[in-house]
């Protein structure tokens, strides 16, 4: 009987510490997540011209008005001091093309009209950078040939104000972009040209 006992203690013992340990490992990891740095949160980013996955209309293409959609987010953490959008197509037959570079827009917004001048600052106190036309602001899907492309829109939550000027790459935007980030959110929409 004293030994059954003390097995039995060891075991119960043994099941504590490791679910102790667990326990402070998920919660070591937990708070990792919600930092600037590691895994984000989640960002809901929605478009009323266009649902996830779905085709983008012509009117936001070169085929089209070339002008941008209207987008919509939640979700973004109370820390948020600033928002960047990058808009880039990985299946550009030269490698990702990149169609939008927008940042320094401030935690509150929630929303992008449609038609954003492609102005390099925008009332709203935001800054336009250049995308792979060489030109500031939106340029739409104008995918090659007749396959379909996919458009990545990016929205970043930052716990920063970048003191990017206008006229910043993608590449210069992401640089300034790292250990600030509090939460990610992405919208996917395709096209193929006629």
């Known amino acids: 009987m004293g030994r059954k006992f003390t097995i039995r203690l060891w075991c119960l013992c043994f099941a504590l510490t490791l679910g102790f340990s667990l326990t402070a490992t998920w919660q070591t990891s937990s ?14 980013l929605t478009s009323s011209a266009f649902l996830e996955g779905a ?5 936001y293409t070169c085929d089209g008005q070339d002008i941008s959609p209207p ?9 948020t001091r600033s928002i960047a959008l990058i808009c880039d197509d990985p299946d550009a ?5 990149v169609h939008w570079v927008l940042y320094g ?3 509150s917004v929630t929303e992008l009209p449609e038609r954003v001048p492609n102005n390099e600052n ?3 106190g935001a800054k336009q950078g250049l995308n792979d036309f060489g030109r500031i602001g939106y340029g739409g899907p104008c995918p090659p040939g007749k396959s379909a492309h996919r458009y990545f829109f990016k929205l970043y939550a930052l716990d920063n104000e970048l003191s990017l000027p206008p006229k910043a790459t993608k590449k210069d935007l992401l640089r300034a972009m790292e ?8 919208l996917m929409g395709t096209y193929k040209r006629k």
Do not use: C, F, Y
């Open 31 to 44: 708070a990792r997540t919600s930092q600037k740095g590691g895994s984000k949160m989640t960002i809901q």
């Open 179 to 186: 250990g600030h980030i509090l939460a990610e959110g992405h």
């Open 55 to 59: 085709p983008i209309p012509g009117k």
């Open 71 to 79: 987008l919509k987010w939640k979700d973004v953490p109370q820390r």
């Open 122 to 124: 925008l009332p709203n």
């Open 105 to 107: 827009l401030p935690g």
């Open 93 to 97: 037959p030269v490698g990702t093309w």
